[in-house]
Every structure is written in structure tokens, then in C-alpha cells.
Nanobody, 123 residues
């Protein structure tokens, strides 16, 4: 079992930045690739970014490249998602997840999910 807890969300103005954190506990964090997804009201949960277990490889949804940066610190059992130049379209609940299989762009690859953190961007 892996328990995941997201934090760092909040209300920000357009153009601002946020860094979301995902703290993991339980089984060895360094064995899992990690991903971030987001779900806007009334919409499907969508892939944002993922990072391999070592941190050596990162993956982004095409529409997320440039403003989103995923990283991890295995010594701290934490994954991060930096979001810059926030836009109201980024308003969503952001979820982190731990994966056991590839490809990392699909929800089914992930066996463990956090409860999500709300990001609201005002114009």
C-alpha cells in the first residue's frame, strides 16, 4: 500500500505560480513512477505529467509542456508539480498517483491515488 497526500493548492491570480506537493508513505516510494492528473468541474480526469521512479525521465501532456514541471525527491518521499503562468483554464482538482506499470499517460497505470488538491485561478 502507498498512501499519497497532496498539498499546495489554493486560490491564485492568473499569471501566478504554484508548487503542488505529493507526500507518500507506506511502500518504497522510489519503486514507483509518479504522475499528476487534473479534473475540472464536469470534465474527465486528464493526464498532466509523470516522472519515472528514478526521476530520470519525465513526460508531459502536449498541452502542458512549458508551464508545468514535474520533479521528485526520493529522499523526502515527495513528488512535486510546479505550475507557472497560471490561467483560469487551469482551475481543477489536481491528483497525484503512483504507478506500477507503463504507459504513464493513462489512469489505468496507476494503482494508488491521493485525495486531490484544489487549484482555483482567478482572472
Amino acid at each position: 500500500q502507498v498512501q499519497l497526500v497532496e498539498s499546495g493548492g489554493g486560490l491564485v491570480q492568473a499569471g501566478g505560480s504554484l508548487r503542488l506537493s505529493c507526500a507518500a508513505s507506506g511502500r518504497a516510494f522510489e519503486n514507483y513512477a509518479m504522475g499528476w492528473f487534473r479534473q475540472a468541474p464536469g470534465k474527465e480526469r486528464k493526464f498532466v505529467a509523470a516522472i519515472s521512479s528514478s526521476g530520470g525521465n519525465t513526460y508531459y501532456a502536449d498541452s502542458m509542456k512549458g508551464r508545468f514541471t514535474i520533479s521528485r525527491d526520493n529522499a523526502k518521499n515527495t513528488a512535486y508539480l510546479q505550475i507557472d503562468s497560471l490561467d483560469p483554464e487551469d482551475t481543477a482538482i489536481y491528483y497525484c498517483a503512483a504507478a506500477g506499470v507503463y504507459p504513464l499517460t493513462i489512469k489505468d497505470a496507476y494503482g494508488y491515488w491521493g485525495q486531490g488538491t484544489q487549484v482555483t485561478v482567478s482572472s
